[in-house]
């Protein structure tokens, strides 16, 4: 893929975080493309260690939405057709498919293209976090139109949608993915996935009250970005 950029976060809060983001991220610095991470509070220790990797642009920014889009928007700043937008823990991902996925061709035809977890990969997920994601699936299937996986995190998507991520309150949370998809159903756009055994690491397979209740959280927030994107104004990128 021709000028794309990266965008990522990042939030270490103690050192099992850090030391899982510090591996990640150098290995995604060895693609050696520019990246653009915001933190959200990890340690001095930490930041240092992000500054020093090569081609990262560091910002600082706190909530979910206000880090990704601060990424966003300065990755913007370069002049990228395409942003390839990530979580930053995905060591396996980086390892085996990242480069994989940024050879598939693109063209302006384009809005988002989706790395999607395969059945085998999918079932590898706790089953609290498989029921709500198989709802957000879903709804996401209702409005965009395609049976596919939404939820695994990396996704490229094109430069033509940041005009409507504005429209976005900073509270949305995980609710700006689902947005950018549906606005690019209804700018006509593809959404495409790129499918692969993306498999759950071994270290999140077990849950607990407090990551269940997280799932919901994040299912609530899928759900409110998929209607908010359906009143947007095309027009103006605002509703």
Same mark, same amino acid.
Request: proline share 4%; glycine share 6%.
């Given at each position: 893929?021709?000028? #794309? ?5 990042? @939030?270490?809060? %103690?050192?099992?975080?850090?030391? !899982? ?12 493309? *520019? ?11 930490? +930041?240092?260690? =992000?500054?020093? &990797? ?7 920014? $706190?909530?979910? @939405? ?16 395409? !942003?390839?937008?990530?979580? *930053? ?13 940024? +050879? ?15 059945? $085998? ?14 709802? !957000? %699936? ?9 049976? !596919? ?8 998507? %094109? ?5 409507? &991520?504005?429209? =976005?309150?900073?509270?949305?949370? @995980?609710? @700006?993915? *689902?947005? #950018? ?7 006509? &756009? +593809? ?9 759950? *690491? ?12 997280? +799932? ?5 927030? %899928?759900?409110?970005?998929? #209607? ?12």
């Amino acid at each position: 893929m021709n000028r #794309v950029c990266i965008a990522t976060i990042s @939030w270490a809060r %103690n050192e099992d975080e850090e030391r !899982i983001l510090r591996e990640a991220l150098s290995k995604l610095a060895s693609l050696e493309m *520019p990246v653009f991470i915001t933190d959200g509070g990890s340690s001095e220790s930490f +930041r240092t260690f =992000l500054g020093m &990797l090569p081609n990262f642009t560091v910002l600082e920014a $706190k909530g979910l @939405w206000p880090q990704a889009k601060s990424s966003i928007k300065a990755a913007q700043e370069t002049g990228a057709e395409f !942003i390839f937008y990530t979580e *930053p823990d995905k060591l396996e991902f980086f390892s085996d498919h990242i480069s994989k996925l940024l +050879r598939q061709p693109i063209d302006n035809t384009l809005g988002v293209l989706l790395a999607s977890r395969s059945a $085998k990969a999918f079932a590898t997920f706790p089953s609290f976090q498989k029921m709500t994601e198989t709802a !957000i %699936n879903d709804c996401c299937k209702e409005i965009v139109g395609k049976p !596919i996986d939404y939820c695994y995190g990396p996704f490229v998507f %094109n430069k033509r949608l940041i005009a409507y &991520l504005d429209a =976005l309150d900073d509270h949305c949370g @995980w609710g @700006w993915r *689902p947005f #950018v998809f549906a606005v690019a159903q209804r700018m006509g &756009l +593809r959404v495409e996935s790129f499918v692969g055994d993306f498999n759950c *690491p071994a270290e999140q397979r077990e849950d607990d009250q407090a990551e269940r209740i997280y +799932r919901m959280k994040q299912l609530a927030q %899928n759900i409110n970005g998929l #209607v908010k994107a359906t009143g947007i104004d095309m027009g103006k990128g605002s509703v």
